[in-house]
């Protein structure tokens, strides 16, 4: 009755063994890293959860508006033809209420990089 459960567990397990054992075989050392991989090798000069500089997440809340905008724009382009005046007047609301956003990150300094 579960032989098929039973059969894809144990075609499961032999796999992740055999990966593993095959890991072992072609592994160049068993040791850890003696260089960190953060930077190319360099030693990090600050803690990897330091804080960013809050112009970041404006200019990040930027790109995601016009991505979001871009993920919007695609299947409106496809329907556009068949709905009609409402699928334009949605069209000009959303780029309307982009627009504000716009503004808004340009009155924060969002779009300023230096």
Known sequence: MYAGVASMLLLSAAGLISIYGLHRFTATSST?????????????????????HVRWYLATL???AFD?????????????????????????????????AVA?????????WV
């Open 32 to 52: 850890t890293l003696t260089t960190l991989p953060f930077l190319s090798g360099w030693p990090p000069q600050e803690h990897a959860l330091s804080r960013y």
């Open 104 to 112: 808004w990150a340009w009155r924060e300094g969002a779009l300023r």
């Open 62 to 64: 930027v790109f995601l």
């Open 68 to 100: 979001v905008e871009m993920l919007f724009m695609y299947p409106w382009a496809l329907v556009v033809a068949k709905m009609g005046v409402t699928a334009i007047t949605e069209m000009f609301l959303f780029l309307a209420a982009l627009l504000v």
